[in-house]
């Protein structure tokens, strides 16, 4: 079973930049399809992006398009989330996934202030 940690949230203001990672640990990562999502309380988690084990096969959410961009590093077990252009609506708890079988992280929150 593969562990997942992520880092890197926090408060930034409406078009900064911010940088998540996710650490994995126990388990095959670079074998893994990897996605990121977000969650508002009180609302169902959302799906953000994926890539495959290889760094390809990108997929995003019409939602941040354009403005993130998801990379990995299998050297380090690590998958990361480019966020840029920051809006409040991005405010959210992220996590990070392996796509299948699926397996979560705690989070991370990130605050966006208009």
């Known amino acids: 079973q593969v562990q997942l940690v992520e880092s890197g949230g926090g408060l930034v203001q409406a078009g900064g930049s911010l940088r998540l990672s996710c650490a994995a640990s126990?388990?095959?990562?670079?074998?893994?399809?990897m996605g990121w999502f977000r969650q508002e309380p009180g609302k169902a988690r959302e799906f953000l992006a994926a890539l495959n084990w290889s760094g390809g096969g990108t997929n995003y959410a019409d939602s941040v398009k354009g403005r993130f961009t998801i990379s990995r590093d299998n050297a380090k077990n690590t998958v990361y989330l480019q966020m840029n252009n920051l809006k409040p609506e991005d405010t959210a708890t992220y996590y990070c996934?392996?796509?299948?079988?699926?397996?979560w992280g705690q989070g991370t929150q990130v605050t966006v202030s208009s």
């Open positions: 996934a392996t796509m299948t079988p699926r397996y």
């Open positions: 126990g388990g095959s990562f670079s074998t893994y399809r």
